[in-house]
């Protein structure tokens, strides 16, 4: 028998699909060294927020692709 996803699942998935792909496109926009790091690591459902806000706090300072000179 197939089970209903509870309500607050499909509500994070939600937010965070589009959210992982909103700091993704700025990552590369930024040119971060890996950007689909940081756009994956918000879909991972327990720790995906926390990785998020990570992200926002840091996103200037981040490692860029061809350093600075």
Do not use: C, K
Not at 44 to 54: M, Q
């Amino acid at each position: 028998m197939v089970q209903e996803l509870p309500a607050p699942f499909i509500a994070a998935l939600l937010v965070q699909y589009p959210m992982g792909a909103l700091v993704y496109l700025d990552a590369r926009r930024l040119g971060v060294e890996n950007p689909a790091t940081y756009g994956l690591g918000i879909i991972v459902p327990a720790a995906g927020f926390i990785v998020g806000l990570y992200y926002v706090s840091e996103r200037r300072t981040l490692p860029t692709q061809g350093g600075e000179d």
